[in-house]
């Protein structure tokens, strides 16, 4: 593994990145420092440890997205190809090889979790082969043709709703694709917007605006059903959060 490390400007001399505490800051570079090659770091709680920061830090780094975390306890550092180029001859493979098949590497270099690796899809499409060769329609796979997807309504419903200017990336429509998949429309693709719209507006999380997470990734995500078919509470209710300080 390489023992030098480097920090992009466009990251942590923004205002985004500024605003957090001093120990969540220094818990960030230690986290850094700490990567293998790939950005994946194995022991984020010693690392905390080591640094000083406390549980909030880190969850704060996790609600802001500057890293991403794992059920295997493992993270990764984001926009660790932002900050890092690593000559061939001099790079290492991450030994967490799992946590990185649930990653995508954005235009930007940035990385992103999807919702399926890249071994399940393989498997899906080796069974739509051997259907093929069963003489067997592929109308009967659960995966549906991006053609009756309406991506272009879906993205543009929810930038009237939130003043945003989002486009019909690949990384957007992979969030609609997975939940489409799932049998859910048009109307519950809007319910969800509305419900968020609604519950969000006016609130912070983290001492930051909550309409920050009014994005394709967060309202299309594994939480879509638990929004869909969530009770709206009123204004001067207090609002649940989960155990990451992001709402139901």
């Not at 969800?192 to 997470?213: C, L, R």
């Not at 869909?228 to 009123?234: A, F, H, P, S």
Request: hydrophobic share 35%; glycine share 4%; aromatic share 12%.
């Amino acid at each position: 593994m390489a023992q030098r490390r480097m920090f992009s400007k466009k990251i942590v001399e923004t205002d985004f990145f500024m605003e957090m505490s001093p120990t969540a800051k220094l818990l960030y570079f230690y986290l850094n420092m700490s990567a293998d090659d790939d950005g994946f770091v194995g022991n984020p709680k010693t690392i905390k440890l080591i640094s000083g920061a406390t549980d909030d830090d880190l969850k704060i780094l996790i609600a802001k997205q500057f890293i991403i975390p794992f059920d295997s306890g493992v993270i990764v550092i984001k926009d660790w190809k932002i900050h890092n180029y690593i000559q061939k001859d001099r790079y290492n493979q991450t030994q967490y090889l799992d946590e990185k098949k649930q990653l995508l590497v954005e235009e930007n270099g940035t990385y992103t979790k999807c919702i399926q690796d890249v071994s399940s899809l393989d498997t899906q499409v080796r069974l739509g082969k051997s259907k093929d060769r069963l003489g067997k329609s592929n109308n009967t796979m659960s995966d549906k043709s991006d053609d009756v997807i309406p991506y272009s309504e879906i993205i543009s419903y929810l930038n009237e709703k939130t003043g945003r200017s989002f486009r019909t990336t690949e990384a957007h429509k992979r969030f609609i694709k997975a939940r489409w998949n799932e049998n859910y429309k048009l109307d519950d693709f809007k319910r969800v917007v509305d419900n968020k719209v609604a519950d969000w507006t006016g609130k912070t999380i983290n001492g930051q605006p909550a309409e920050k997470y009014l994005q394709p990734s967060t309202l299309f995500g594994t939480k879509f059903d638990n929004y869909l078919n969530q009770t709206l509470m009123r204004q001067e209710q207090a609002q649940p959060y989960d155990d990451l300080g992001l709402p139901f």
